[in-house]
C-alpha cells in the first residue's frame, strides 16, 4: 500500500510554470507505475501523464505533450510535473496516483488505486 500526498500547486500567469511533487510513503514506491491526473471544475477527472517505475517509460496526454514533463526519484519516494507554458485550461485539481500499468498508453492513462488529495492549479489569463 501506498499514501501520497501532492504539493506544489499554486496561483500563476498563462504562459508561467509550476512544478508539482508528490512525496509517497511506504517502501514500495519503486515498484508502482506513477501518474499525474487532474480534474477541472464541471468536468471528469482526466489523465496528465505517467511514468514507468523505473521511469525508462512516459505518457502524456496530446494535450500537455511538449509542455509538461513527468520524473521520479525512486530513492526519495518523489514524483514530480514540471509545467512548462501554462494555459487557462489547465485550471484543475491535479492528482497523484499510483498502481496503474504503464504497458501501453490506453493502461497508463487508466490509472491505478491510489490517489492523492490533489493541489489546486490556477492559471489566469
Known amino acids: 500500500q501506498v499514501q501520497l500526498v501532492e504539493s506544489g500547486g499554486g496561483l500563476v500567469q498563462a504562459g508561467g510554470s509550476l512544478r508539482l511533487s508528490c512525496a509517497a510513503s511506504g517502501r514500495t514506491f519503486s515498484l508502482y507505475t506513477m501518474a499525474w491526473f487532474r480534474q477541472a471544475p464541471g468536468k471528469e477527472r482526466e489523465f496528465v501523464a505517467a511514468?514507468?517505475?523505473?521511469?525508462?517509460?512516459?505518457y502524456y496526454a496530446d494535450s500537455v505533450k511538449g509542455r509538461f514533463t513527468i520524473s521520479r526519484d525512486n530513492a526519495n519516494n518523489s514524483l514530480y510535473l514540471r509545467m512548462n507554458s501554462l494555459k487557462p485550461d489547465g485550471t484543475a485539481v491535479y492528482f497523484c496516483?499510483?498502481?496503474?500499468?504503464?504497458?501501453?498508453?490506453?493502461?497508463?492513462?487508466?490509472?491505478?488505486?491510489?490517489w492523492g488529495q490533489g493541489t489546486q492549479v490556477t492559471v489566469s489569463s
Open positions: 496516483n499510483a498502481g496503474g500499468s504503464a504497458i501501453t498508453y490506453a493502461a497508463a492513462s487508466r490509472g491505478g488505486g491510489y
Open positions: 511514468i514507468s517505475y523505473n521511469g525508462f517509460s512516459t
